[in-house]
C-alpha cells in the first residue's frame, strides 16, 4: 500500500496522532519565541506578557470584549481612530473566556490565540498532508511556526484565529464538506477583513466543481488534483519511505467521493456552503453600516480614519521607492524588494506545481490584499501570516533533504526567528 492509499481515508481516532510531529514541532518553536521574549524583555526592564497582550490591537479587541464598540479615538491631523475597525469574533470569544472563567480580558485573548495557533498549525499540516503528504505537512507547519513575524501567533491578536479557519474551511473545500467549509468561513469573515480570501477560494472551487458536473468529466480528473481512486501519475508515493515529496497535488475530489458527481444533495450542500461562506463579513459590514447609519460604505469610512484602503500597491510603492533616497535606508530598501520578489516567486511555483485551485484563489487574495493596501507598512509581514500555501514549495524543497539537514535549517531558522521576534516586538512601534 503506498503512501497515497494509506492517507486516503485515515481513521478519525488517528488524525491527531498524524499530526503530532507537526503540533510538538510547532509547540517547541513557539515556546523558544516565548523564552527568548521574556529574556530580552526582562533585560529592557519590560514585561513580555504585556507585550503579548496589552499593547496595540490587542488593547483595542479587550476594550471592544468589555464595553462593547462605540469608542473612538481622534488625533491631532484629524484622523479618527474607531473600534469599528475590529471584527468582532475575537473579542466576543475574549468576553466568553472572561464570563466562564477567573482570567481577565486580556488574558481571554492570550488564551484564544494559543489554542488557536495550534488549531492553526493543525489545520494547514492536515491542508498540505493531504495534498502532499506527511512529511510536507510537518515541514509547512514549521516554516510557518518560524517566519520572522511569527511571534504574533503568540500574542492578542487575531491572525491566529483567523489561519485555523482559514486552513479549515479550505481543508473542508478539499474533501468535499461544503456546508463545514461555508460556516468556517463565515467565521472566518467575522474575524478579520481578509476572510474575502477564504470566500473567494470556496466559491473559485464550487465554480469549478459546477462546471467539472455539467462537462461530466471523467470520475478521478478534477480541478483540485487527482481523486482517491486515481492512480499517482509519476508512480507511487515514496516520500514518506524515501525521505522525498511529490511535487504535484493529490488532493482528492472536492465533492467528497465516492459518493456520484454531481448529485443533487452533493450540488444543495455546495449551494449551501457558498450562501453562508460570505454571511460573517456581509453582516458585519452591514451592521457597521445600521449603527453609524451611513449605510453599507460606512465600513470603508472607518477604515480610511486609520488611512487603510485598497490602491493596487501605489503607496507601498512609494514607501520602497523612499528607502532609496539615502544609504542606510536604501538598504532596507533592497530588503523589501527582494521581500516582495520572493512572495511573487514562491506564489509562481505554486501555480506552475498546480497547486489545488482554492490554495490558489486564497493565497493570491491574502497576499494582494496585504501588499496592494495602503495601511500602516510595519504590519505588512502580519497581514501576509495567513498565507500559508505559499510555504508549500519551500516544505518541499526540505521535505527532499536528507537528515540532519532539515533540523538544521529548522533550528537555525527558529533561533534567528526568535530572536528578531524579541527585538520587534520591544520596538517602539506596532507590528
Keep these: 500500500m503506498n503512501d497515497l492509499e494509506t492517507r486516503a481515508t485515515p481513521a478519525r481516532s488517528g488524525a491527531l496522532r498524524r499530526a503530532a510531529p507537526a503540533l510538538l514541532g510547532y509547540a517547541a518553536v513557539r515556546a523558544l519565541g516565548l523564552v527568548v521574549l521574556a529574556l530580552w524583555s526582562e533585560a529592557r526592564g519590560k514585561s513580555a506578557y504585556t507585550l503579548l497582550t496589552a499593547r496595540w490591537d490587542s488593547l483595542w479587541y479587550a476594550r471592544v470584549a468589555e464595553l462593547g464598540y462605540g469608542y473612538e479615538v481622534r488625533l491631532p491631523n484629524g484622523d479618527v481612530h474607531s473600534d ?11 468576553r466568553l473566556v472572561a464570563a466562564v472563567s477567573p482570567l481577565s480580558y486580556a488574558d ?40 520572522p513575524v511569527g511571534i504574533v501567533q503568540s500574542m492578542a491578536y487575531s491572525e491566529s484565529l483567523f489561519t485555523a479557519l482559514a486552513a479549515w474551511s479550505l481543508y473542508a473545500v478539499l474533501t468535499g464538506r461544503w456546508v463545514t467549509a461555508g460556516v468556517l468561513a463565515g467565521l472566518a469573515g467575522l474575524t478579520r477583513p481578509v476572510g474575502l480570501a477564504v470566500v473567494a477560494a470556496l466559491w473559485a472551487a464550487a465554480v469549478v466543481s459546477f462546471l467539472r458536473d ?25 516520500g514518506e519511505h524515501a525521505g522525498t515529496s511529490a511535487t504535484t497535488p493529490r488532493a482528492p475530489a472536492p465533492d467528497g467521493a465516492p459518493r456520484v458527481l454531481g448529485a443533487p444533495d452533493v450540488r444543495l450542500r455546495r449551494v449551501l ?42 503607496a507601498f510603492a512609494r514607501f520602497i521607492a523612499g528607502r532609496f533616497t539615502s544609504f542606510p ?73 536528507r537528515a540532519p539537514r532539515p533540523a538544521l535549517v529548522v533550528g537555525a531558522v527558529a533561533a534567528a526567528s526568535a530572536a528578531y521576534g524579541a527585538f520587534w516586538l520591544n520596538g517602539s512601534g506596532p507590528p
Design 273 to 314: 456552503g457558498m450562501l453562508l461562506a460570505p454571511l460573517g463579513a456581509a453582516g458585519y459590514v452591514l451592521w457597521v453600516g445600521h449603527r453609524t447609519g451611513n449605510g453599507p460604505p460606512a465600513y470603508l469610512e472607518v477604515q480610511a480614519g486609520w488611512r487603510n484602503g485598497f490602491d493596487g500597491g501605489y
Design 108 to 147: 481571554g485573548g492570550f488564551l484564544v490565540a494559543a489554542v488557536a495557533s495550534l488549531a492553526a498549525a493543525w489545520g494547514v499540516f492536515a491542508v498540505v498532508d493531504h495534498v502532499y503528504g506527511r512529511r510536507a505537512g510537518v515541514y509547512t507547519v514549521l516554516l510557518w511556526a518560524v517566519l
Design 214 to 238: 455539467r462537462a461530466d468529466a471523467p470520475r478521478g480528473d478534477t480541478p483540485f488534483g487527482r481523486d482517491r481512486s486515481a492512480a499517482p501519475g509519476d508512480g507511487a508515493r515514496t
Design 84 to 94: 469599528l475597525a475590529f471584527f468582532p469574533l475575537l473579542p466576543w470569544l475574549e
Design 329 to 401: 535606508s536604501a538598504l532596507a530598501g533592497v530588503g523589501l524588494v527582494l521581500g516582495v520578489g520572493l512572495l511573487v516567486w514562491l506564489y509562481v511555483v505554486c501555480v506552475r506545481r498546480r497547486q489545488p485551485l482554492p490554495l490558489l484563489v486564497y493565497a493570491g487574495v491574502v497576499t494582494a490584499l496585504a501588499l496592494c493596501a495602503s495601511s500602516y507598512f510595519g504590519s505588512k509581514p502580519r497581514l501576509l501570516l495567513p498565507a500559508f500555501p505559499l510555504l508549500v514549495p519551500l516544505a518541499l524543497a526540505l521535505a527532499r533533504l
